[in-house]
């Protein structure tokens, strides 16, 4: 299985990014999927997930400005990102099989296949 993240960059403040994540000889629709970040110095942290029937959860932080989303006719994940701010600036990772996805301990990041991840930096 691989995990390729791509779509990150650099923004300013308020500004959007969409990442995809695409995965070979992977399908989607049977697991729970989700996207972590880690930023320098920081432990990483659950962004947000969305199981194998369509439900997502996402992190306190990013509610409201980040969705999740998959298209599994292309084994493709999604985060669109909406008025990003500093906080947000990390390297974002992809990731299938996530664990405890119906509860809140997805956010520990225990998952069985991670991409290479994608930095995303905002500027104040």
């Known amino acids: 299985v691989q995990l390729v993240e791509s779509g990150g960059g650099s923004v300013q403040t308020g500004g959007s990014l969409r990442l995809s994540c695409a995965a070979s000889?992977?399908?989607?629709?049977?697991?729970?999927m989700g996207w972590f970040r880690q930023a320098p110095g920081k432990a990483r942290e659950g962004v947000a997930v969305?199981?194998?029937?369509?439900?997502?959860s996402y992190a306190d932080s990013v509610k409201g400005r980040f969705t999740i989303s998959k298209d599994n006719a292309k084994n493709d994940l999604y985060l669109q990102m909406n008025s990003l701010k500093p906080e947000d600036t990390a390297m974002y990772y992809c990731?299938?099989?996530?664990?405890?996805?119906?509860?809140?301990?997805?956010?520990?990041?225990?998952?069985?296949?991670w991409g290479q991840g994608t930095q995303v930096t905002v500027s104040s």
């Open positions: 990731a299938a099989e996530v664990l405890n996805c119906r509860t809140a301990y997805w956010r520990n990041g225990a998952a069985g296949y």
């Open positions: 000889r992977y399908t989607y629709s049977r697991y729970c």
């Open positions: 969305i199981i194998s029937d369509g439900t997502t």
